[in-house]
């Protein structure tokens, strides 16, 4: 039973040494930057880091993206959007996840699904800071009103009256920082619909 036991821990312990070495010969593959061979002719092309991101290696990790979900139509009851219905009443005014992390120099989609506009503010801004009585109105609708507060904003979204019900943001977060991120629209922030973006280094 002993001699088993060894020979299997042995086994392991060799898988183990070969799925390592196997990832290091690929990430030094990938992210040598002096290494660039290009064999055109036998259809196989390597590109070193510089080329493919001027002197930056690649960044493939789970930080250098991250996606919210900027409201979501809801299925209780059945909702049916066929041929281009979008009620606001079938709509779920949330962010989620509440807090995204990424990396300083990345990014954010906000997937947004109905009518929300957004917006965010610069890092340490607090929802109760939020000047709700400077607003501003669709472009194409009277109401509802949109936040139109500029003190530390460092992004405002397109006006969501112009916009289809369902589209996509991609934001870029330059440095580190605690960022406040809220719906424009102003019954949807008054509902609490926001939440963060931290950014780390």
Partial sequence: ????????????A???????????LVRASVYNPDKTTDNTAQGNVH??????????????????NATVSFGSWMTTPALDRFPNVSPRTANHHELIPQLALIKAGRTVNFIIA?????????DGTKPDEINTGITVAPTNQ????????SNRRIYRGLDPSTQPQDRVEVVQFANPGTYLVICGVLPH???????FVKVIR
């Fill in 142 to 149: 009277p109401t509802p009103l949109l936040i139109a507060d």
């Fill in 114 to 122: 109905g009518f929300h506009h957004v917006l965010v503010y610069d």
């Fill in 14 to 24: 060799m898988a183990l040494i070969a799925v390592v070495w196997a990832a290091y």
């Fill in 189 to 195: 922030f008054q509902e609490g619909m926001y939440g």
């Fill in 47 to 64: 590109h070193s880091s510089k080329a493919i991101t001027g002197n930056a290696s690649p960044d493939f990790g789970i930080l250098a």
């Fill in 1 to 12: 039973m002993s001699m088993k036991r060894l020979r299997l821990a042995a086994l392991c």
